[in-house]
């Protein structure tokens, strides 16, 4: 079970140059986390993906049951953001 995964996620400022290429991430509940990475390493890059504000990514984002992706509309982003994880 995972609360959080990214799966195939690419995001990017300029599409010719990628700051995150095809990365999987995977969460498991009960634990804690740190995102590590040198500077400009794209750290805030993907937590503002998971805020909603970078919607400049392909793959996707899943929180718990909520798969969340390019095309995902803003309700459904609305209810991922409602959830209490
Ligand atoms: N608004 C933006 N427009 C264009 N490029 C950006 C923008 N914000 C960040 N970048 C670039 O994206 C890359 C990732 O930046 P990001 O801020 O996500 O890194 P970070 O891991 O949070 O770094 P730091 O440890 O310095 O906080 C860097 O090369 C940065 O220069
Ligand atoms: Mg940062």
Do not use: H
């Amino acid at each position: 079970m995972t609360v959080l995964e990214f799966e195939n996620f690419s995001t990017w400022y300029n599409k010719n140059n990628l700051i995150l290429e095809n990365i999987y991430i995977s969460l498991e509940p009960g634990y804690i986390y740190g995102l590590l990475g040198i500077n400009g390493a794209g750290k805030t890059t993907l937590l503002n993906t998971l805020t909603g504000s970078n919607r400049s990514f392909t793959g996707s984002l899943k929180i718990e049951d909520i798969k969340i992706t390019p095309n995902s509309n803003n309700d459904q982003w609305y209810k991922c953001k409602k959830k209490d994880i």
